[in-house]
């Protein structure tokens, strides 16, 4: 059997975040989200969020946290482990961990990101950790939308097909 893709060893466990984190450049920028079925405007927002800083960490929810959500019975589509592989294939991100909980403020707490983002459909104040980034000199990022692309569109779209 082959050894694992390297692109792999950037999944790194929430237990060994410090360890991880501490060997990256800085600014770090920090996401968060599902990232089912990667998609055109996912990889674009990943994309501009690396620009605002010298290293990007991408937390994904857990299935179990994804379905939390109430995004669909059938949602995640692809389990946590193959979400995390796909993102951390993507050149613009650095480092992938997860999250179980209903929302990523642990692992921003953890992490102490200088640069905070979410896509263009949450506003700066209502963004998760908006506050504790702000209070250690952080910023905090809304990414506009260049294109308008969702995963439940295209979940609807194939599932009409």
């Given amino acids: 059997m082959s050894p694992a893709p390297s692109f792999e060893s950037k999944i790194c466990p929430p237990d060994d975040l410090r360890t991880r984190i501490a060997r990256l450049p800085r600014p770090l920028v920090f996401t968060n989200g599902c990232f089912d079925l990667l998609h055109r405007g996912h990889v674009t927002y990943l994309a501009r969020a ?3 800083g010298a290293a990007l960490i991408v937390a994904l929810n857990t299935d179990a946290s994804v379905r939390r959500l109430g995004k669909g019975e059938d949602r ?25 909980e209903d929302t990523p403020i642990e692992r921003i707490n953890e992490i102490r990101p200088e640069r905070l983002v979410k896509g263009g459909d949450w506003s700066p ?22 294109h308008e692309r969702s995963t439940t569109a295209l979940l609807k779209k194939v599932r009409k097909a």
């Fill in 76 to 100: 995640p589509i692809n389990p946590l482990a193959d979400r995390m592989a796909v993102i951390a294939a993507l050149a613009s991100v650095d480092l992938v961990t997860w999250f179980d």
């Fill in 50 to 52: 690396r620009d605002l």
């Fill in 125 to 146: 104040e209502n963004i998760v950790g908006a506050a504790q980034v702000r209070s250690w000199g952080g910023s905090v990022h809304s990414i506009a939308f260049e």
